[in-house]
């Protein structure tokens, strides 16, 4: 069965530091991958997704970035994080037309 | 592009009685509809989704929706709901060729005793 991973849970870090999230899937080859954040009152916002490796597409231009460097791993990135940037971060993968979520990680910018 | 709606965003109801959740959506194209709920600081669990067939679906937890097409509508029902339900509950759309799944803004559910 497939099962998705993220880490870390939890992150506590300050305004202007970077941020590297990771997600990995386990149990499919060459998934559809997906970063949605869910901020306090604003729902769930699709921020990336990715078809392949190396193939990202943008939703929502802002100062975070995602990469793929191997077929099941999604990575969500910053170089100097803002406090607008804290959310819970949601990393999901397609199957047969249906998206199943990772357990999130919790960003807190201070 | 595909929008969603979810008429209410807070639903308080009382063990055991029934609860509906609306959900709208707009789309000019076939779509795919679902429905997840969302437990305090956890991910998103798929409670159930209609891709074709039948326009009732049931899904995990004795939950149910009703597909209509020509309301748009892809509510969500339980009849007696448990202390356990109370959590944020998410209806999404994705275009039936498509890649990206659309949510609406969530309907948080209190169950009280």
């Known amino acids: 069965s497939q099962t998705i991973h993220q880490w870390p849970a939890t992150l506590v870090q300050p305004v202007g530091s970077p941020l590297s999230l990771e997600c990995t899937v386990e149990?499919?080859?060459?998934?559809?991958l997906y970063w949605y954040r869910q901020a306090a009152g604003r729902g769930l916002q699709l921020l990336f997704y990715?078809?392949?490796?190396?193939?990202i597409s943008s939703e929502v231009p802002q100062n975070l970035s995602a990469s793929r460097p191997q077929d099941r791993q999604f990575i969500l990135s910053s170089k100097k994080l803002l406090l607008s940037d804290s959310g819970f971060y949601l990393c999901?993968?397609?199957?047969?037309?249906?998206?199943?979520f990772g357990p999130g990680t919790r960003l807190t910018v201070t | 592009a595909q929008s969603v709606t979810q008429l209410d965003s807070q639903v308080p109801v009382f063990e055991e009685a029934p609860v509906e959740l609306r959900c709208n959506y707009s789309?000019?194209?076939?779509?795919?509809l679902f429905w997840y709920v969302q437990y305090p600081n956890q991910g998103l669990q798929l409670l159930l989704k209609?891709?074709?067939?039948?326009?009732l679906v049931k899904g995990i937890n004795g939950f149910e929706a009703e597909f209509n097409k020509s309301q748009t509508s892809f509510h969500l029902r339980k009849p007696s709901v448990h202390i356990s339900d109370t959590a944020e509950y998410f209806c999404?759309?994705?275009?039936?060729?498509?890649?990206?799944?659309?949510f609406g803004g969530g309907t948080r559910v209190l169950v009280k005793p």
């Open positions: 999901a993968w397609r199957g047969t037309g249906t998206l199943y």
């Open positions: 149990g499919t080859s060459n998934p559809n």
């Open positions: 990715s078809v392949g490796i190396g193939q």
């Open positions: 789309s000019s194209v076939s779509v795919y």
């Open positions: 209609y891709l074709s067939g039948s326009t």
């Open positions: 999404a759309v994705n275009k039936a060729a498509g890649n990206k799944l659309t």
